[in-house]
């Protein structure tokens, strides 16, 4: 039996590791223990996605709380980069969405509402798109109306969409629906991206490699690492897709 070993630098594109922000860590104390903790998993590059709604943390907020993590995990010693981005309540418009991509560049994390898929959705991505945006939905595994139906995923990522699951999912942390309909995704090919979409050290934390060996099982190392290396890099270079 071939041995999976994890890739050596893995990207993580959603994480709410910003404190006193969202409902991540509520003070630096609590940024710097997920950063340890996604270090420590094998995660090199970060990206700190604080929740964009329709009342949002203003830019400048978010790079204050950036510049001072970084600092804190530059003096800790700690072998992590953290970005900025956001993660984007799908109806915000293009012109807000623009202002909370990966690292400045034309990828967009948007998540829809947790209880279904709004019947707005498609209207919603191609407006990003007619603007240069390429969104990137996230954890629909976790989205009833996906669940009972992938197919409505599926309409998405064919009108351009990309898609990023939580690493979670695979291992059952969001339950046996989101395990299964997670894993029909990914052996159907529909999706771009593990992520962590961490919140705490200790309540979802910013863990990817149990997520990526699960994916291996399911469509090999080569593509599960593409998952959270190849893929991701792209995405925070803000390379074509």
């Known amino acids: 039996m071939e041995v ?3 890739p050596e630098f893995m990207i ?3 994480c709410h590791i910003l404190h006193d922000i969202d409902d991540g860590p509520a003070d630096l104390a609590g940024s710097l223990a997920m950063a340890h903790l996604a270090a420590a998993d094998g995660t090199r590059v970060l990206v700190a996605t604080p929740h964009v709604t329709l009342n949002p943390p203003s830019s400048a907020l978010i790079a204050g709380r950036l510049a001072e993590l970084n600092s804190a995990i530059a003096q800790a010693g ?8 956001g993660d984007n309540l799908y109806n915000l418009g293009a012109e807000t969405l ?3 991509s990966i690292n400045g560049g034309p990828y967009v994390l948007v998540e829809y509402p947790h209880t279904h898929l709004p019947a707005q959705a498609g209207a919603s991505l191609f407006d990003a798109l007619s603007h240069g945006l390429t969104p990137i939905i996230t954890h629909p595994e976790r989205n009833p109306s996906v669940v009972q139906d992938p197919q409505l995923l599926i309409d998405l990522v064919e009108r351009g ?3 990023q699951l939580t690493a979670e999912s695979l291992t059952g942390g969001f339950g046996g629906s989101a395990r299964s309909c997670a894993r029909y995704l990914l052996k159907k090919g529909l999706v771009h991206f593990l992520a962590s979409d961490g919140h705490s050290a200790d309540w979802r934390p910013p863990v990817l490699s149990a997520g990526v060996k699960a994916a291996a099982k399911l469509i090999g190392p080569e593509a599960a690492r593409r998952l959270v290396v190849d893929n991701p890099a792209r995405v925070i270079e803000g390379l074509d897709w």
């Open 78 to 85: 700690i072998e992590l980069r953290v970005l900025a981005g």
């Open 12 to 14: 993580d594109i959603h």
């Open 98 to 100: 623009a202002r909370y």
């Open 4 to 6: 999976f070993l994890l």
């Open 161 to 163: 969409a990309l898609v």
